[in-house]
């Protein structure tokens, strides 16, 4: 298994403000997963972090508004940038571990982030 | 493009009752399958994974089932408790490795009532 934290757990914050949201992994793992989970809806993966290199992004995410650092491996953040009551949402953070073929995917307890 | 869908949206059962919930996907060609559980506020708990090449899996009272061919999956919970009391994910991997994207349904939110 694998025990993930994230900080902080809940924030309010005001439009046009930035949030950093920090993911730490009890042990080291080549990729992090951020995923987004907007209110009644399900989880959708945002970027791939993968220490030493440029995250990933999804299809309809970008850099400037999710700038994502992965300084080591076991860490990662992800900030919200210029936010709007549109970004009201739970950010996941995720890793996967497990023997090849049947990595299993953990998940932090999520930011659940509310924008005014 | 693969999609996931999860039928009923809700489910409120009596404590005791077994149950079904399921979880359909479009394109076929999936690595592999996983439920999780997901409480009020909460992040995800992964519950069962199954791999493509496998037809179920079991945990304790949880069983779930694959049908690759019919884009199927069910979550079978037996002997149902008030602490089964949660949204259940499905999410699907596409493709023939473990590095594909999961896609995830919407999820059933299920009740069981004391």
């Known amino acids: 298994s694998a025990v993930i934290s994230q900080k902080p757990s809940r924030d309010i914050c005001q439009r046009g403000t930035s949030l950093t949201i920090q993911c730490q992994v009890d042990s080291q793992v080549t990729m992090m997963f951020w995923y987004r989970q907007q209110p009644g809806q399900s989880l959708t993966l945002i970027a791939t972090?993968?220490?030493?290199?440029?995250?990933?992004?999804e299809s309809g995410f970008v850099i400037d508004k999710f700038p994502i650092s992965r300084p080591n491996l076991t860490f990662s953040t992800l900030t919200v940038s210029n936010m709007s009551p549109e970004d009201s949402s739970i950010y996941l953070c995720?890793?996967?571990?497990?023997?090849?073929?049947?990595?299993?995917?953990?998940f932090g307890p999520g930011t659940r982030l509310t924008v005014l | 493009k693969q999609e996931v869908t999860q039928i009923p949206a809700a489910l409120s059962v009596p404590e005791g009752e077994n149950l079904v919930l399921n979880c359909s996907f479009t394109?076929?060609?999936?690595?592999?399958l996983q439920w999780f559980r997901q409480d009020p506020g909460k992040g995800l708990t992964s519950l069962l994974l199954i791999q493509s090449s496998q037809r179920e899996q079991t945990s304790g009272r949880l069983n779930a089932s694959l049908d690759k061919s019919s884009g199927r999956s069910t979550l079978y919970i037996a002997a149902s408790q008030p602490g089964d009391s949660a949204t259940y994910l499905c999410?699907?991997?596409?493709?023939?490795?473990?590095?594909?994207?999961?896609?995830f349904g919407q999820g059933t939110t299920l009740q069981v009532k004391p």
């Open positions: 995720s890793v996967e571990r497990g023997i090849s073929g049947l990595d299993t995917q953990y």
């Open positions: 394109d076929s060609a999936i690595y592999n």
């Open positions: 999410a699907v991997r596409s493709g023939s490795s473990n590095t594909g994207k999961l896609i």
């Open positions: 972090a993968n220490q030493g290199s440029e995250a990933t992004y």
